[in-house]
Every structure is written in structure tokens, then in C-alpha cells.
């Protein structure tokens, strides 16, 4: 029961830390694309 208790924490730990850095990669990827549509505009 412990066991199953820290795996599932982990899970969403490991869960948790995926999302953050796909969002921090979507932001970035977003102001990269408004920083050259300023440039060029």
C-alpha cells in the first residue's frame, strides 16, 4: 500500500514536471514567433 502510494506520487510528479516544461516550451516557441513577426512587419 506505502509502495503503490510513492509510485503514484512520482507519477504525477513526473507528470507535473512533463507539463511545466511543454508549456515553457510553447511559450517560448510563441514569443519567438511574435518577436520575427515584429521584426518583419
Known amino acids: 500500500m506505502c509502495h503503490n502510494l510513492s509510485r503514484i506520487i512520482d507519477l504525477k510528479f ?3 514536471i512533463n507539463y511545466a516544461i511543454i508549456l515553457h516550451n510553447y511559450l517560448k ?3 519567438y514567433l ?3 513577426h515584429e521584426t518583419t512587419a
Do not use: P, S, V
Open 34 to 36: 511574435d518577436y520575427r
Open 14 to 16: 513526473l507528470l507535473m
Open 29 to 31: 516557441i510563441n514569443n
